[in-house]
C-alpha cells in the first residue's frame, strides 16, 4: 500500500521560510518523480516543482524559482520542498504525489502522478 504523508506547514509571515517533508512507502516504482503540487480553493491544482529520484533532475514553477528547493532523500524515502521568501500568494495547501516518468522528464502536470498525499496547510500572511 503506497503511503504519502507531508508535514512542516504552518502559519508563517511574509519573508519567512518552511520545509515541508513528505515521507514515502510503498511505491511501487524503482525509480520515479516526486512532486509538490499546491491548491487554493476555487482554482486547479498547480505544480510547483518535481524531482526525479533517479538523478534529483529538478523542475519548477517559475513563480518559485530560486525561493523553492526541491529535494530527496532516497534513503529515508523522504521528500523535501524548502521554501524562502514566503510570499502570501503562497498560500495553499501542498500535497506531494508521486508518478512515472513520461518520456524521459517528470512534469508538473497533476495527471502524471498516481499516488497523492492528504496535504499540508501553508498560510503567509503579510
Known amino acids: 500500500q503506497v503511503q504519502l504523508v507531508e508535514s512542516g506547514g504552518g502559519s508563517v509571515q511574509a519573508g519567512g521560510s518552511l520545509r515541508l517533508s513528505c515521507a514515502a512507502s510503498g511505491v511501487p516504482y524503482s525509480a520515479y518523480c516526486m512532486g509538490w503540487f499546491r491548491h487554493v480553493s476555487g482554482k486547479a491544482r498547480a505544480g510547483v516543482a518535481a524531482?526525479?529520484?533517479?538523478?534529483?533532475?529538478?523542475v519548477y514553477h517559475d513563480s518559485v524559482k530560486g525561493r523553492f528547493t526541491i529535494s530527496g532523500d532516497n534513503a529515508k524515502n523522504t521528500l523535501y520542498l524548502q521554501m524562502n521568501s514566503l510570499k502570501p500568494e503562497d498560500t495553499a495547501m501542498y500535497y506531494c504525489?508521486?508518478?512515472?516518468?513520461?518520456?524521459?522528464?517528470?512534469?508538473?502536470?497533476?495527471?502524471?502522478?498516481?499516488?497523492w498525499g492528504r496535504g499540508t496547510q501553508v498560510t503567509v500572511s503579510s
Open positions: 504525489a508521486a508518478g512515472r516518468l513520461s518520456g524521459g522528464f517528470c512534469y508538473r502536470i497533476p495527471d502524471y502522478y498516481d499516488y
Open positions: 524531482i526525479y529520484t533517479g538523478s534529483g533532475s529538478a
